[in-house]
């Protein structure tokens, strides 16, 4: 339970990132409190993932998941560039995460 509740909290900071990004382009209140529901929901599940899991695991993959996904999602919803080295390097964040995961 405690990895599937990691794995939703990487997903919140994804949605936390996205809505960073909408809030910059729409100001607006709506735009505002998703982001904060995104993150505050994200927070939740990484401390609750964390009464397990231990702290330097939990925090990485947490990262892990927030980071190439925030990348692959600007890849792929807003344009930014898809150059080889990019994707190389979410790969590596990526193949790190689930090492992790294979060692905890």
Known sequence: ????????????????????????????????????IGFGMSFILLAYAMRTIPMGTAYAVWTGIGASGGAVLGMILYNEPKDWKRILFVAMIISATIGLKLVS
């Open 1 to 36: 339970m405690a990895w599937t509740s990691l794995i939703f909290a990487g997903l919140c900071e994804m949605f936390g990132v996205l809505m960073i990004n909408r809030l910059h382009h729409k100001r607006d209140w709506s735009s505002f409190i998703l982001l904060t």
